[in-house]
């Protein structure tokens, strides 16, 4: 076959799928138009990346969506009446709830599929989500969480100088067995910090904050315990043991400065993160102080071994009472 009648035949196979596949195609190629023998046809009301979308969605049934992208998604499924793409069973298999709530106002007014009663509750059970706060982990459903959940292992804060601690977030694979950094880190220089995750969020828990200055022309290191980060323990912590029941943060134990003194003092406390409120509650008190000491979970149990107390080597092992989660200040 020539080439030249090969490539013809080839466009009219487009053409005649696009026809078959969108009303707007229909009426383009249609037998009085110009634009059904034409090499190229332009549609400049129509974004690249929208048109892009659209035409992959109708030669391989596959959509690409995204909060920046769905918004020319949706204007040029419209433009081209392709209907499919913008069906209320397809926008309904979206997940509002990881979409930021300053996109959903714009979502909601981007199509009028996006005003069936089924898209409107959808977004508005998102703004309720997004509306928690605090509660967040606690309150996901299938709206809300990540389609896939890749086993990684993140290594946050720290690093090989003591005195200047990364910001960056690592990741390892375990499949490649590879490192890489991630685009988000910690907003403080950290060290001997905790960290758990729970509900898929990732809680950084009090440490050390390292700052860099200048003192006389040269230049120093500022160390300051802090107590922040999943809200404000109530007491600054280092040295610490954390982890996690029932969706339950528990920090166990530790070092604190007093900033007076500048003396660091072991303690025995136990605190718990209450998410629904967002608040640090006191817990059961472990017998003796101790620090640099490890914890594990066994069914609603938690417990605790090794550690220092004032400086010296000493060996606990224990049992921490965590099931009713009751504070001791009610």
């Not at 199509?111 to 703004?127: D, E, G, I, N």
Request: with cysteine.
């Amino acid at each position: 076959m020539p080439p030249l009648l090969q490539a013809s035949l080839l466009l009219l196979l487009h053409y005649s799928f696009l026809s078959s596949s969108s009303d707007y195609f229909w009426a383009l190629f249609g037998d009085n138009m110009l634009e059904r023998f034409a090499p190229s046809v332009s549609l400049p009301a129509l974004t690249p990346g929208g048109l892009e979308a659209v035409l992959d969605f109708l030669y391989s049934g596959w959509l690409s969506l995204s909060p920046s992208t769905l918004p020319v998604v949706l204007e040029a499924a419209r433009y081209l009446q392709v209907e499919a793409a913008v069906s209320n069973l397809l926008l309904s298999r979206l997940r509002f709830g990881l979409v930021a709530t300053s996109d959903l106002a714009a979502l909601s007014h981007a199509h009028r599929a996006m005003a069936t009663p089924l898209v409107r509750s959808q977004l508005t059970r998102a703004l309720e989500y997004h509306a928690l706060g605090s509660a967040q982990p606690i309150r996901q459903s299938r709206q809300t969480s990540l389609r896939a959940l890749p086993n990684r292992v993140l290594l946050v804060g720290g690093g090989a100088a003591a005195d200047c601690p990364e910001q960056q977030m690592l990741t390892f694979d375990l499949r490649t067995r590879t490192f890489s950094s991630l685009a988000s880190g910690v907003p403080r220089r950290l060290r001997r910090h905790c960290v758990c995750s729970v509900g898929g969020f990732l809680f950084v828990i009090g440490g050390e904050e390292v700052r860099e200055g200048d003192e006389d022309g040269g230049k120093s290191v500022t160390v300051t315990t802090t107590n922040q980060e999943a809200g404000s323990m109530q007491e600054r912590r280092v040295q610490f043991a954390c982890c996690v029941v029932e969706d339950v943060i528990y920090a166990i134990g530790g070092r604190h400065t007093n900033p007076e003194t500048n003396t660091r003092t072991s303690v025995a406390s136990v605190e718990f993160y209450d998410m629904a409120s967002g608040t640090w509650r006191r817990g059961a008190t472990m017998p003796r102080p101790v620090y640099g000491h490890a914890s594990a979970v066994l069914g609603n149990g938690i417990y605790v071994s090794g550690g220092l107390h004032d400086g010296l080597f000493f060996f606990f092992f224990g049992k921490c009472m965590c099931t009713s989660h009751q504070s001791d200040a009610d």
